[in-house]
């Protein structure tokens, strides 16, 4: 038996049919698409999205976003939301809708999360060539802009014929749902073709279960990774991502509390461990707390428990300090259980951690250590208090800021950052108090990623309240995802930090002798020639009003406090909290380091300064081999 249908339209039908399982619990896959259409989509896709929504409503309901990047940021926090079992597609025209697209699907690819992308692309008769926006290759016919999402997705086809649509989807689908495998997922389809008929067997469009896998160890890995924990005497777990992503934070919580051995976190392993937990020592590395720290340089085995140890999380290889030094590495993915020369224990989080705290039996680590270790973590805990409270004035820190967020909000609340001064701080100082409440998009760091990013998470799980921290920098990169927001009625309450350009470069340009060139928002001015003039006449929070946004704005911790308030009642769409806060007012130290090279000659005393002391730090690096 067959059915003639669209290319477009088989593949709206095929992913109304595919799920997820894992632990015996569906999904849907592809829960929705997002998208934009163009001449390259609109009358392919988009005329299979329309007859989905008109004859199966629920199917594979469509919104429209206002940039292809941030619905692929929406999908991204979406498919993070719920722990990469369920995503979203989205769908592009050809050309510059298409290539929106890329640096969504590099944040996906690089933060290991699921997104299905569909742009458009030229057509593959090629009658109609060169089509418009077509990048006419002199020297092959068979490229076009979207070959650009080759080394940012995971999986990439270009359906050509319609025959080839069943192989790509299923590969699609496959990846999407391989832990070690997933990413961006990128089926480029020709714009002639999504509208092309054929006859597809009804096979095609049965309903289909992607089993998620829960590997389990190797009994000689598991044997010899408890033998080198057993001989530790100061162990240190660093918990990342896949720990939560796992949903292994209770197997992790038995580990901790069985064996002693405290736990730090990454920016994505962060709410592995309840902050208040006597064992968490926090976040680790160039953002680190100094309890963390104290405790990674002189830990004799690091247990990296779904990490990729990003550059963050080692402070650029010198935060495991102690020269001898080893790793055990419980990860799903090959890649990272091998780094840091590690003892590679390749499974799935939690089935790894239950192996390991059956067969660590009654061993625990010694009481000085685990004194040391609950001292160093309340000393850290007072830092935060007083970092919540300074009383910082004209203007506020913005630790105070993170501090009254943080209190306002519900524990199952989620906080969302990407990019600035915001995710250092919120790493060091945000007090988490369940896995999924901390959402800080930290493997591509990318300005634009907040808001459309909280769209997101707040599409995955509507009965949490989103706190979305942006600097005023990202905002203006893409805020534009408020709108879909206000269309969609999706409720997030977005904290806009106004300190009138980068801080956070601003602070690391400064350090690194470079004079916070180029860092602030300032009029150019007559007399110097240079950005020094007097601050922009810029009103974000008008912005945000005039996009149909409700707006609060706060000038004082207590004001701001308030407005939280205020902002929690509210229901039926975004609510954006405008606050100014002091860009010089730092964070407390974390006492570590980050490779970022000084110019090695310079006419600049500043920088010839900077870079005596980069080099210092250099002679501190190691690599663990
Ligand atoms: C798309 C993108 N471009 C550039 C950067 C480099 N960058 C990191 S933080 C930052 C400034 C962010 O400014 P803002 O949002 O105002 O935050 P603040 O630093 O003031 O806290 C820049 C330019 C980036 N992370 N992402
Ligand atoms: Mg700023």
Same mark, same amino acid.
């Given at each position: 038996m067959t059915v003639r249908l669209t290319v477009g339209q088989a593949t709206v039908r095929f992913l109304a049919q595919q799920y997820s399982e894992r632990d015996g619990v569906e999904h849907r896959l592809v829960a929705g698409c997002f998208g934009i259409f163009g001449h390259g989509n609109v009358a392919g896709i988009g005329e299979a999205l329309l007859e989905a929504e008109l004859e199966d409503p629920g199917a594979l309901p469509y919104w429209t976003a206002r940039n292809e990047q941030g619905a692929v940021h929406a999908a991204s926090a979406y498919a993070r939301m719920k722990n990469r079992l369920? &995503? =979203?597609? $989205?769908?592009?025209? $050809?050309? @510059?809708?298409?290539?929106?697209? $890329?640096?969504?699907? *590099? %944040?996906?690819?690089?933060?290991r999360l699921p997104v299905l992308l569909l742009p458009g692309d030229i057509f593959a008769t090629r009658v109609s060539s060169p089509v418009l926006q077509e990048l006419e290759d002199p020297s092959t016919y068979d490229v076009s802009v979207n070959d650009a999402f080759r080394p940012v997705s995971r999986f990439f086809d270009r359906v050509w014929r319609p025959e080839q649509l069943p192989a790509a989807l299923l590969a699609a689908m496959r990846v999407l749902t391989d832990p070690v495998e997933t990413g961006a997922v990128t089926l480029a389809m020709p714009q002639d073709v999504q509208a092309e008929a054929y006859d597809w067997p009804e096979d095609l469009f049965r309903r289909r279960v992607w089993h998620v896998g829960r590997p389990v160890p190797e009994p000689e890995a598991t044997e010899r990774a408890v033998t080198a924990i057993r001989q530790a005497q100061r162990p240190l777990v660093v918990s990342g991502g896949g720990t939560i992503y796992s949903e292994a934070t209770d197997a992790l919580r038995r580990l901790a509390e069985s064996t002693g051995v405290p736990v730090a976190e990454t920016q994505a392993g962060k709410g592995s461990l309840a902050y208040d937990h006597p064992q968490s020592l926090g976040a680790v590395g160039s953002t680190g707390t100094t309890a963390a720290n104290a405790v990674a340089r002189e830990a004799d085995l690091v247990i990296g428990i779904g990490t990729r140890y990003s550059d963050f999380t080692t402070a650029s290889r010198t935060v495991f300090a102690n020269p001898d030094v080893r790793f055990v590495n419980l990860n799903v993915a090959g890649q990272d259980a091998h780094k840091q020369a590690g003892l590679a224990l390749q499974a799935d989080a939690r089935r790894g951690l239950e192996v390991l705290v059956e067969r660590l039996g009654g061993w625990?680590?010694?009481?000085?250590?685990?004194?040391? /270790?609950?001292? =160093?973590?309340?000393?850290?805990?007072? &830092? /935060?208090?007083? *970092?919540?409270? %300074?009383?910082h004035a004209p203007l506020p820190a913005q630790s105070e800021v993170i501090g009254v967020v943080n209190e306002v909000s519900e524990p199952r609340d989620v906080v969302v950052c990407a990019a600035g001064s915001m995710p250092g701080d919120l790493h060091k100082l945000w007090r988490t108090r369940d896995p999924k409440g901390y959402h800080v998009e930290y493997g591509y760091s990318c300005m634009g990623y907040e808001i459309a990013g909280g769209v997101g998470v707040k599409m995955a799980c509507p009965d949490r309240e989103v706190f979305v921290m942006v600097g005023d920098g990202s905002y203006l990169m893409m805020a534009q995802e408020l709108v879909t927001a206000v269309q969609e009625r999706i409720k997030i309450v977005v904290v806009l930090v106004q300190n009138h350009g980068f801080a956070s470069i601003g602070a690391l340009s400064e350090e690194l002798g470079a004079q916070r060139f180029g860092t602030s928002y300032r009029y150019r001015n007559d007399e110097t020639g240079r950005l020094d003039g007097p601050k922009l006449p810029v009103d974000l929070a008008a912005n945000a009003e005039s996009l149909g946004v409700v707006v609060l704005r706060a000038t004082t911790v207590d004001e701001l406090r308030s407005a939280l308030r205020k902002a929690k009642e509210h229901q039926g769409g @975004?609510? =954006?909290?405008? /606050?100014?806060?002091? @860009? %010089? *007012?730092?964070? @407390?130290?974390?006492?570590s380091w980050w490779d970022v090279p000084v110019a090695e000659v310079s006419s600049l005393e500043t920088t010839a300064e900077a870079r005596r002391v980069y080099e210092d730090h250099k002679t501190q690096q190691r690599l663990h081999l």
């Open positions: 369920s &995503t =979203l597609a $989205v769908t592009a025209s $050809v050309g @510059p809708g298409a290539t929106n697209m $890329v640096t969504g699907a *590099a %944040l996906a690819t690089i933060n625990r680590v010694d009481d000085a250590y685990s004194d040391r /270790v609950k001292g =160093l973590a309340r000393e850290w805990d007072a &830092t /935060v208090e007083s *970092a919540y409270h %300074l009383g @975004p609510v =954006l909290v405008h /606050v100014e806060t002091d @860009p %010089l *007012a730092g964070a @407390p130290d974390s006492e």
